[in-house]
Each structure stands twice: as C-alpha cells, then as structure tokens.
C-alpha cells in the first residue's frame, strides 16, 4: 500500500473508521457477559453433549458448551423462528461464496436441524416456531460423518 | 452540488478541465493495494462456519471449483486487463461488441442491487451481536443500520478511488487476514495439545458426500465462490504499469483467497463440532464456541467488529467497480441518460451510484419491514448468481475473440493455453447457470416447474430485458461531446 495514504485528503476518513470500530470493540467488551459456570449450565451441557453422542458425533467438552451456551443458550435462544432471522439463516445455507457469488444448496438435513436440539434444551418455549421453519426445507445428507 | 450535477462536456470550460484532469488523472494504485481490493471483493471469513461443517471436504469443495473457474477467471481477465484498460466492459466491447460489453458490465452492476441488503442484514445483525442481540429481530433497526451504512459507503464512494482503495485494503487486512491468521494459529494449537479434531480428517474425508442432485449442486454452486475475481480490473489504469502488475496483483490475489476460505474453514472443523456450528444459529454463534474453548470468549465481539470491517471494505469495492465500469461504457456510447453519466468533482459516478442507492433502499426497506419479502429474500441470491454469470460467458467468449482477431495487440501478460482455459471456464459457468435452476432446501417441496420459471422470468427481466429497453430506447444526444470528439478523431 502506498505509505503516503495516510498523508493524504482522505486522512480523517481512514481515523473516523478506526475510531467507530474501536467504539464498537469497547461496546462489545463492555456488553460481553462471562457466563458463568452453575449446575444448571453443566446440566444443560451435559444434556447437549449426551444428545450430541446419540447423534453419532464425538461428546463435545462440556465446559466449552457451558462457556458458549450457559443456562439461556446465548444468541441461539434470540427469537430462532423471527423473519429476520429466519432470513438470514435462509440465505446462509450456501455454498461458501463471501459475497456475491453467495448462493443457496440443499443443505444438510442434520447440520440444519443441529440448532433445534440447543432449542430445546435451552428455550423449548420458542422450538415450535423454528421448527416450523425448518419443516419447509428441503434437505439432505451432503456432509460425510 | 454545482459542479457535482453538470457533465464534463458542458460546464464551463475551467470546470471541464478540472473533472476531465479529475478522471484523466487516476489516482495512482499500487499493484498490492489492487489485490487486497480484489481479495476484499471476493473472500471473507463469513463463509468459514459454514464450510466448517463439511470438514476436511471443505478443501476439496474449495479446490475443485478454484481448478475449474478461479484458474480461467484470474488469469483470464489478467491477460485482458494486461491488454485493454477498462474491465470487462472493454473486453466484450472490444471481443464481441459494444452492446454486448453493455450488457456485461450491467450485469455486473445490476445483481450488486439485490446484494447490499442481505450483505448489510448480515452486518447489522453482527452489529446487533455487539451491542444487544435482540435488536438482531427489529425491522427499524435492521432499516437504519442498512440505510446509514449503505449511504455512508456511497459517500465514501463518491470521494474517489483512493478513498475507498484504502478502507477496503485495511479492511481486508483487520477484518479478514488478521482474524484469520488468529483462527488458524489457535487451531494449531489445539491440534498441538493432542486433541482429536472435531472433524475427522482421514483420506476418506477428503471427498463431499454423494447424494447425487443434492452433492452437485453444492460442488458446482460452489464454483461461484470466487465471483468477482475480475471486477476490479476497472481500476487498471490507476496502476503505474499495468500490463505487469495487473498479473501480479491478480496471482497474490488468488492465492490469498484460495488460503482465506480454507484454513480458516478448517481450522473451525478441527475445534468446533459439527453439531455446534449449525447452519441455521449464524456466523458469530460458531465463532462463539470456537474461543470458548479456549477460554478467551472476549474475542467473540472483536472478531464481530473485525467481520463487519471485512464486509464493508467488500461493499465499497463493489460499490466502486461495476459502476465505474458502467459509467464509462455509457459515456463513450451514449447508453444512458446524462443525468447518469455526470461526475462529481473527484470524477466519480456519482449520480449512479445515488440512483442504485434509492432502488437498494426500497428494496432493503422491504427486506426489513415486510416479512413476505425477507422470507424469499434468498431467492435473489440465485437470480443474481445468474445474472452475474452472462457476464462470464460472455468474457471467456471475448478473450478467445480478441487472441484469434487481435493476436498482434500488446498484451503485458499472455496466459498459457487460453483457449483451453476459456473452454473450462464457459463449461463451468455454463453449468453453474443451469445448477442455479434446481430448487434449493429453501424452496422446500415446490413445484420444480416453478422454480424454473421465476428463477428464468428474473434472469430474463434483470438481466436481458432491462439492458435491451436502455439500447432500445437510447436517444442519439446521449453520447456526450467529449465522446462523439473521440470518436470522430
């Protein structure tokens, strides 16, 4: 990159960025939340890993579960079924493209249908409404186990 | 605003100088800049959690389409751009014909429209992460984050290439390579410490699954994977000696995307089970069980900040580009209206890029408020896709055109074998377009007929009936004075 860039016009362009990005590190820091490890949260973990067993997979650490889920399932439990989220997740179930190129697959029916067993074990209050939106896909097993 | 809103051709004749010297006078690029805008344009870690879930067959899922499509496109457009300044608008112009290298380069502006809304969705629910994830839900919020940032980038824009060459670089640097050194190291480490990966990594593995439709079209979709490689080659004359350095920035630009979208990829695969990262939880949720395992959960909401970063320096590559490209087709040839052909004081597309912007916020604005729409919103995914591969049928149709009709003019880079290259590439393309017709999981049990139809009734209007009605309907003192001079001398 050209070392006179930061000498140029465009200066207090490049330092208004750096300073709304760090604005927002500081903001995320100050909002992250250390979940903190109780019986409820290693209970739910140890569910989760238990499931995750019966489904074929190798147990996961249940600590690291406990650290990412907690007793509320973090952001998984953040109205899963909402059309927003729904749209998001919709059009995320694509090949691997960044940006443009981005476009929808069949997906995998158990990597799709992974976050409705972190639902009910976490908020099984709001698994009907995700479940209906899973329901609508049609899926299959495209990942190798 | 003055001086913004009058075509160079017709302010006075101070003025005139000033935007002409303005669009004369590229800012200077250096080749390293060019290919971290093009690696911005194209990779980022936002796909990583997603190919996480195949494991090791992420790499064959990454390589195969980079052997079929990365290879001819790269190295394709870098002997075009060697050749001919200008992009792909040039090329087709100058291989096939000027209409045709219309339609290419408003096929190439035309599916950024329907991109930015799912592009910044994905940004203010990242945001949302940060700062509260229930916002993630809110349609107002989701419509200003989308609005400020889109316009924001449209201004960023309009101040001229260096502005946006420099965000999209460092934006590449902080958002993409940074974190994704950091994802591969940790994976490494956890490696290191004897740990089973997550994924199981033998031989067998190396290959996708075979279900039959459904593993061909992951594998062949996935050839879009590294659209765009070609974009940025509008800027080519910013470059000081373009015929050499074009190739240079375009191979560092290969490689650093072929390595953004699988070791990271990996690295997830290796750490995080594949029934935590799910499909459907998002990015940030992988991202989350990923430093949770070591202990360093704080990072989650940097690397949230330094995703976001990532996107937007793609945004403004995008923003830039096609349009540039459209912009200056349409002033030589008169192909759109003058209102669209007028440049501000820094010789940027202005009015171009504030006429997407109005059609982009209608359309976001119905993404975030109307359920109906954001529901289907994936389907634009597909259209787009389509419409972007016209525009690589009709490259690799042009390169072989312009080596069998111009073999004399000077090119700074001849690819080996171009007409191999260029064969593989349309097969690819070709095929990827008719992929784009067989129903995804979304389309749930639809009729396939169906899908045919809106899938080929969006491709017909965006990409072929929009571009013929602006040729249809063109009126002869569109071209501009400058551009009737030139073409007269």
Known sequence: MSPTRFASEHKWIYLGAIVVLLAFVVIGLVNYETVKKTNEATDK???????????????????????????????????????????????????????VGQRPVVGDTRALRAEAKIIEIYCPQKLDDFRDRLDDLDTDDTVRR | ??????????????????????????????????????????????????MAVYGLACVFLYLVPAIVFLLPTALVSAELASGWNGGVYRWVSEGLSKPLGFLAVWCQFAMTIFYYPSLLAFVASTLAYIIDPSLASSGLYTAIVIMVLYWTGVWVSSRGTKALAGLSSWGLVIGTLVPGTILVVLGMVFLAQGNPSAAPMTASHLLPQWTGLASLVLIVNNFLSYSGMEMNAVHVSSLKNPAKEYPKSMFLAMALVLLIFILPALAISWVVPADQTSLTAGVMQAFDSFFAYFHIGWMTPIAAVMLISASLAGMLTWL?????????????????????????????????????????????LGYAFIPNVSSVYWIFSTITTQVYLIVYLLMFVAAMRLRKNQPDHPRGYRVPALNVLCTVGLLASAAAMVIGFVPPSQFGGGSVWSYVLIIGCGLGILGLLIPWAFLRFRKPDWQTEAAREEAGA
Do not use: H
């Open chain 1, 45 to 99: 973990a140890n569910q989760l890993a238990d499931a995750a067993v019966d489904a074929g997979y190798p147990r996961p650490d249940t600590d690291t579960v406990v650290r990412a889920l907690g007793t509320d399932g973090g952001i998984v439990c953040e109205n899963p079924g909402g059309a927003l989220k729904s749209a998001l997740w919709k059009i995320n179930v694509s090949n691997g493209a960044a940006f």
């Open chain 2, 320 to 364: 830039a580009g096609p349009s540039k490209g459209l912009l200056e087709i349409s002033r030589s040839e008169g192909y759109l209206p003058p209102f669209l052909q007028r440049l501000n004081r820094f010789g940027v597309q202005q009015n171009i890029l504030v006429t997407q912007g109005v059609v982009t916020t209608v359309i976001a």
């Open chain 2, 1 to 50: 605003m003055a001086s913004m809103d009058v075509p160079a051709d017709r302010q006075p004749p101070a003025a005139a100088e000033k935007t002409r010297a303005a669009v004369v006078d590229a800012p200077r690029l250096t080749w390293l800049t060019l290919a971290l805008m093009t690696t911005a344009s194209v990779a980022s870690l936002r796909a990583a959690p997603t």
